[in-house]
């Protein structure tokens, strides 16, 4: 089945703690991102990226990392996590740019 | 730059009723144009998109939306609301960067 996978789908964590959301799909797509959703803002990408070894920042990345290293998967970094990190987090990707997204089911992420 | 306006932040219908998202985009270049549906605790379901050609764009579950290129929109409509249709929708264009611009998204409400 045709499918994006994040892991965790919920986490706590406390203020500075690094922590990785992992990203995986599997259907050879070339293009990913994440996006995150707030209340009342829709959602907002932070960083994507078009193929192995190439990324970019989106509108908000500030206070993210990623990494592509294999086509399959992206993952979200925080090094040091602030209360306003959080947020419902997406990850998605398409087979090139403007065309179908593929969404995850999301991670919920709250720092305290 | 690329954007979408969604009017409305919670729409309520009754069930059997029309339902009516509004959408108004805003692009210097022929834009692509999607609807995607957000159920509670899930990820984002594309509804349907617009690239070229037909104006008139059907979608999943019943759902259509129509390109008004000469009023900038991008409506969405069901003839008849059913509760499971209850959720929030997300209007869409696609960014210079093959990103995806979000609405603030509309939340849905079906009333039996």
């Known amino acids: 089945e045709a499918q994006v996978t994040q892991n965790p789908r919920y986490l706590i964590t406390v203020t500075g703690k690094k922590l990785t959301v992992t990203c995986s799909q599997n259907?050879?797509?070339?293009?990913m991102s994440w996006y995150r959703q707030d209340p009342g803002l829709g959602l907002r990408q932070i960083y994507y990226s078009m193929n192995v070894e190439v990324t970019d920042k989106g509108d908000v990345p500030e206070g993210y990392k990623v990494s592509r290293k294999e086509k399959r998967n992206f993952p979200l970094i925080l090094e040091s996590p602030s209360p306003n990190q959080t947020s419902l987090y997406f990850c998605a990707s398409s087979l090139s740019k403007m065309v179908t997204a593929f969404f995850g089911q999301g991670t919920r992420l709250t720092v305290v | 730059a690329q954007s979408v306006t969604q009017l409305g932040s919670h729409v309520s219908v009754s069930e059997g009723a029309l339902v009516l998202l509004r959408c108004n985009y805003s692009?210097?270049?022929?834009?692509?144009l999607f609807w995607y549906v957000q159920y509670p605790n899930q990820g984002l379901q594309l509804l349907l998109k617009y690239t070229t050609g037909a104006t008139l764009v059907k979608g999943i579950n019943g759902f259509e939306a129509e390109f008004k290129k000469s009023e900038t929109s991008f409506h969405l409509t069901k003839p008849s609301a059913h509760m499971s249709d209850a959720a929030e929708y997300f209007c869409a264009t696609g960014g210079s960067q093959g990103n995806l611009i979000f609405g603030k998204g509309t939340k849905l409400s079906v009333k039996p």
């Open positions: 259907m050879n797509h070339e293009y």
């Open positions: 692009s210097s270049v022929p834009p692509y």
